[in-house]
Each structure stands twice: as structure tokens, then as C-alpha cells.
């Protein structure tokens, strides 16, 4: 299981590297299109929107895999142990529902563009995979965080 997930880390990295790189490169050959030859790139804004779908949702994955968000402690400091462990299991809890739901709700608008056959403007790219594919890392944002909680609370149930 430890091999699966390594690989999936792996995969998901490579991903927002290649994501970053084209955003990067799309944006260097728009800005001197745009300025040295007055040619920009065709589509630019919809093609870097497509892209930082791609850069944020495999990085909030990734950010939550390696528990890597931005965090306020200031209360947290306040608490003792159990209490802390009380909080960090709410926020895990309420994380993974969050984004259960956020994935729900981006699935629903996903089939009603994949239905109505949403297309961006300038280029004419189908929305509806982008929306699955914001959806299916929404989802699987949820499930890190759950598997997270259930590790939290066997933990606690080892320890006693």
C-alpha cells in the first residue's frame, strides 16, 4: 500500500511540474508574442485557466497528503494534549466533508456541462472535464483528509 501511495506522489509531483512548466512557458510566449512581435498566443487566458485547474488541484492533494497547508495555532497552544487531539480530529473531519461536498456539487455541474455541451469562448475546449477533473480531486482531497482522521483515531485507540 506504502508503494502505491509513493507512486501516486510521484505521479501527482510530475503532474504539477508539467502543469507549472507549460503555464510558465505558455505565459513567456504570450507576454513576448504580445510585446516584441504584437502576436499573442490565441486563447491564452482560457489555456492558463485549464492549466491552473491542473497546478492548484494537484497541489491542494498533494499540500494535504504531506500536511503541508497553513495552519493558526494560536488557540491550539492553549489546549493539552487531548484537546489538541479533539481539535485536530473536528478539523480533519470537517476538511474531509468540506471537500466531499465541494466534490459533489462540482460533479453536478460537471454532468450539466458535460449535458449542455459548456464550451470556453475563445477556443471552444469542453469545460465538463476540467469540472471532473477539479470534482475527482476534490474527492480524492476528502478521502486523504478521512484516512487521515482514521489514522488519528487509531492512534488514540492504540495508545489506551
Wanted: charged fraction near 10%.
Amino acid at each position: 500500500m506504502r508503494a502505491l501511495i509513493s507512486f501516486a506522489q510521484v505521479v501527482l509531483k510530475f503532474a504539477a511540474g508539467i502543469f507549472l512548466i507549460a503555464l510558465s512557458l505558455l505565459t513567456l510566449l504570450d507576454v513576448l508574442g504580445r510585446y516584441v512581435f504584437n502576436m499573442p498566443v490565441r486563447g491564452a487566458v482560457e489555456l492558463t485557466e485549464a492549466l491552473m485547474v491542473g497546478v492548484i488541484f494537484t497541489g491542494i492533494v498533494l499540500a494535504t497528503q504531506a500536511r503541508q497547508h497553513v495552519t493558526v495555532d494560536l488557540l491550539t497552544m492553549a489546549l493539552g494534549p487531548r484537546g489538541r487531539r479533539i481539535q485536530q480530529g473536528f478539523a480533519l473531519l470537517l476538511a474531509a466533508c468540506v471537500s466531499a461536498l465541494l466534490g459533489a456539487v462540482t460533479w453536478s455541474q460537471a454532468m450539466s456541462a458535460r449535458e449542455y455541451g459548456d464550451k470556453t469562448t475563445m477556443l471552444g475546449i469542453p469545460m465538463a472535464p476540467l469540472m471532473f477533473f477539479m470534482s475527482a480531486f476534490l474527492f480524492l482531497n476528502g478521502l486523504i483528509h478521512a484516512v487521515q482522521l482514521w489514522g488519528l483515531l487509531a492512534r488514540r485507540s492504540e495508545s489506551e
